[in-house]
């Protein structure tokens, strides 16, 4: 999977979690599955200017999965929070 289509993929999943947990429900395990997957396949693909902000996403991405695992809505509302911010600050420091 390239680049643009592993991103494609993963705004997708993390927008649909997103409407999940805005609505305070608990995501679907296999949503949150798949986004940490392809965060961590983000990981692996990213450029060496920002290899350290895709790990730490794929690092919280990998706690919301705990999170929903375990039915801790509480925790995923502050995973979601805290990926988002490091979604903003990596897309407002390194996009192109």
């Known amino acids: 999977m390239d680049f643009k289509t592993t991103k494609r993929d993963l705004e997708a999943a993390f927008t649909s979690i997103v409407s999940t947990v805005d609505d305070a429900s608990l995501p679907d395990e296999a949503t949150v599955n798949r986004f940490a997957r392809l965060a961590a396949r983000m990981h692996q693909q990213a450029d060496e200017a920002w290899v350290g902000e895709a790990e730490d996403f ?5 706690q919301l999965l705990n999170a929903v695992k375990k039915g801790d809505v509480e925790s995923c509302v502050m ?3 805290s990926l988002q911010d490091a979604q903003s600050f990596c897309h407002r420091t390194f996009r192109e």
Do not use: D, K, W, Y
Request: hydrophobic share 50%; proline share 0%.
């Open 58 to 62: 794929s690092h919280l991405a990998g």
């Open 79 to 81: 995973l979601v929070e």
